[in-house]
């Protein structure tokens, strides 16, 4: 019996570990996600019977590390080597020519040209196949013990060789297993990836925190510091190009079959690399990507040529740490000096501040470049970065340009030191910070530049959902002064319409009655149509269920707030504080006099007996048949609780298409997780 259990366990790990490799290494699953959640379920349950039956590559292990207070010294099993620099085709050549003096088997060699990726250099240790121990690059010689951050990164094999093949039925047995050196270690690069980044800046700018530089820097800060679940929640993958030592076993002698031989272990390789058997085919390959880097989904700040004859490779040593058999072939940094003529400041819909820097025009990369951001007024402060000064200016694939920092010794002392502004730049009122942020904000809700993104968000799907109300049209009621805030939209006339540019009868009945009908919508909506700092639509709906109309709102105060569960201070403040304006509650007058003014029905919200009472869901990703809101009301109507982030209270993550790193959070701490067919089915 506990034989059969503890083969049922072994087949567990490895089909856990397969549909892994599957998702984040190749990008290819072939289960649902509440299969995958089904299998791990079925290995915890087993795993808290026999806990001593729990190995390294337990895939339950990923994220259990502890936070720890400093790191432990790795000592490399062989040196950890850097690469000397080719910049340009000639530089290439001339690298040629050296080794062919040195050894007359280069004139026969081939080059395998692969990417350089620009993130942190590590180090991985398989022992018997178990991944047991990753380690930063150091100073080549010694490095540091990241080994429980490397964990959480899911494109790491916790186990090789991974099970390349689908095993199911059980009974098959692979085609192919490689048995790998009993001691493994492997080198690569780990990095986030551009879209992933620009994903992670731009949630963080929403909820005012201090956004990131660079990818490079975000993926290694997040590996290098102490907390494992912060690393989990970064979205981290890396790519390996390297056997840095191996015992007790034979591999490869070429590069490209080394690269072929991992990514048959199973760890995660480019598909750039090609070979070529001469170094003007290895150039021209090499171009090709200087030209087409911004198609590379992570920043490259050029490729490497290697000598493919590891051997030769070897035999021709280093020049210090620089080994003869590879060049890095350096593309044109995209970093230019220019001149800082001005510092702009952008005003968002929640009125946040972001100043960003108005540029001499300056070429990147076949870019005219005028504009690029500052990040935060702290980041001017920080780097005592001064209009006139030259700054040097950084553009990596898509990723918006920025001011890396001034050129200080290029200054002729008519530079001038930055002040953030005391007052919005578009309304002229105060600006304001709230504490532990690093944002200011502009907190007039008439603000003409806000009021635009304002009312594009007041209508907007999840809020008042008014269908036939664009961009244009909130623009062109903003410019012709029919609209100075969001209650001016339910008194408006059809004669008024038919005045605008574009309008004729039908188009100005229909936004009429869509205007109309808003009056009626539900009172979350309604609340988070407001646009309060930090009030989304998940905390609008506890919001509404909790004191029945905007009227008792508005008259809660922090403390009467923090009852509410996961409504901590901070909200709670920009709450009051929203209630407190007198734009805010002359707004709200207008739209009570415009009968808008929506109270709680009785059947709207959350059932106390419903059969997802006393459940939390998160939904993440694009769900087949629901949006968002629907989702939302058929867990509320049902019993369940909604919320916006994963914790170990959440009991079901609701996956769509393309899920966020909620998704990642989840498995990682082991939610369950469901599909929308697998949501309906828990309602029965
Ligand atoms: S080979 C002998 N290959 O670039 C092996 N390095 O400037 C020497 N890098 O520290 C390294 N992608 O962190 C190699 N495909 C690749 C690489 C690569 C990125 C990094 C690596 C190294 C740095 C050298």
Redesign the pocket.
């Known amino acids: 019996m506990a034989d059969k259990l503890l083969s049922r366990y072994q087949e567990l790990k490895e089909q856990i570990n397969f549909h892994n490799h599957r998702y984040h290494v190749l990008d290819k699953p072939i289960i649902s996600d509440l299969e995958f959640d089904k299998l791990l379920n079925e290995l915890k349950k087993i795993e808290a019977e026999h806990p001593d039956w729990i190995t390294p590559d337990s895939p339950t292990l990923r994220a259990g590390g502890k936070p720890a207070d400093r790191f432990s010294k790795v000592r490399h099993p062989s040196p950890?080597?850097?690469?000397a620099?080719a910049f340009g085709a000639d530089d290439a050549r001339a690298w040629l020519e050296r080794i062919k003096k040195i050894d007359d088997r280069v004139e026969k060699a081939k080059f395998v040209v692969?990417?350089?990726?620009?993130?942190?250099?590590v180090v991985l240790h398989y022992r018997d196949g178990l991944f047991v121990q990753g380690a930063t690059?150091g100073d080549g010689e010694i490095g540091e013990d990241i080994t429980s951050n490397l964990r959480t990164v899911r494109a790491i094999p916790l186990k090789i060789p991974i099970q390349t093949e689908d095993r199911r039925p059980k009974t098959e047995k692979p085609s192919t297993v490689i048995r790998p050196p009993s001691y493994l270690v492997v080198?690569g690069?780990a990095f986030i990836p551009i879209k992933e980044f620009e994903a992670l800046n731009k949630k963080l700018e929403e909820a005012g925190e201090r956004t990131y530089q660079n990818p490079r820097n975000t993926a290694a800060g997040s590996l290098r510091q102490l907390d494992p679940e912060l690393t989990a929640s970064r979205p981290i993958t890396l790519?390996v190009?390297?056997i840095v030592h191996a015992e007790g076993g034979k591999i490869p002698t070429s590069q490209w079959e080394i690269l072929e031989y991992l990514k048959a272990l199973g760890f995660p390789v480019?598909d750039v690399?090609k070979r070529f058997n001469d170094l003007e085919k290895a150039i021209e390959y090499t171009e090709t990507w200087d030209k087409g880097r911004d198609q590379l989904p992570y920043e490259a700040d050029g490729m490497?040529i290697?000598i493919d004859d590891l051997n030769l490779a070897n035999d021709l040593g280093f020049v210090g740490k620089d080994?003869r058999?590879?060049i890095?072939y350096k593309f044109p940094a995209r970093e230019v000096t220019t001149t800082l003529n001005d510092i702009g400041v952008a005003v968002g819909r929640t009125g946040v501040l972001t100043p960003y820097a108005i540029l001499e025009p300056v070429e990147i990369g076949g870019v005219i470049v005028e504009r690029a951001t500052l990040h935060n007024f702290d980041y001017i402060a920080e780097k005592d970065i001064r209009v006139g000064d030259r700054v040097l200016l950084k553009r990596a694939g898509e990723v918006i340009p920025y001011v890396i920092g001034p050129v200080v010794d290029a200054r002729k002392g008519k530079e001038k030191k930055y002040k953030p502004p005391q007052k919005c730049p578009a309304c002229d009122q105060a600006v304001e910070h709230i504490e532990g942020e690093v944002a200011w904000y502009c907190v007039n809700t008439a603000c003409p530049a806000q009021l635009i993104r304002n009312i594009e968000h007041f209508v907007s799907r999840g809020a008042m959902d008014i269908v036939g109300l664009g961009i244009k049209i909130v623009e062109q009621l903003i410019e012709s002064g029919l609209v100075k805030d969001v209650a001016d939209l339910f008194t408006l006339k059809k004669s008024d319409l038919l005045k605008l540019e574009g309008f004729a009868e039908k188009k100005a009945d229909n936004l009429l009655g869509a205007i109309e009908q808003a009056k009626s919508q539900s009172l979350n909506r309604f609340i988070a149509a407001l646009g309060i700092h930090g009030v989304g639509e998940v905390m609008a709906g506890d919001l509404a269920r909790a004191f029945g109309n905007v009227s008792a709102l508005s008259k809660a105060n922090l403390n009467d707030l923090q009852q509410i569960e996961g409504l901590g201070p901070n909200i709670a403040e920009s709450i009051v504080d929203w209630f407190a304006r007198p734009a805010n509650q002359k707004v709200l007058k207008k739209l009570k006099a415009a009968g808008v003014d929506p109270q709680m029905q009785k059947s709207e919200g959350r059932k106390q007996d419903g059969k997802l009472s006393g459940l939390t869901f998160v939904v993440t990703g694009t769900l087949p048949n629901f949006s968002r809101d629907d989702a939302k009301e058929f867990i509320e109507s049902n019993g369940g609780k909604v919320t916006d982030s994963v914790s170990k209270k959440t009991s079901y993550l609701v996956l769509g298409e393309n899920p966020g790193s909620k998704f990642d959070k989840a498995k990682s701490l082991g939610v369950k997780i469901v599909d929308e067919a697998g949501l309906r089915k828990l309602v029965g």
């Not at 990417?115 to 250099?121: A, N, Q, R, T, V």
């Open positions: 950890i080597l850097s690469l620099n692969e990417p350089k990726i620009d993130g942190l250099s690059r080198r690069e790519l190009y390297q480019s690399p490497v290697k080994p058999g590879a890095a």
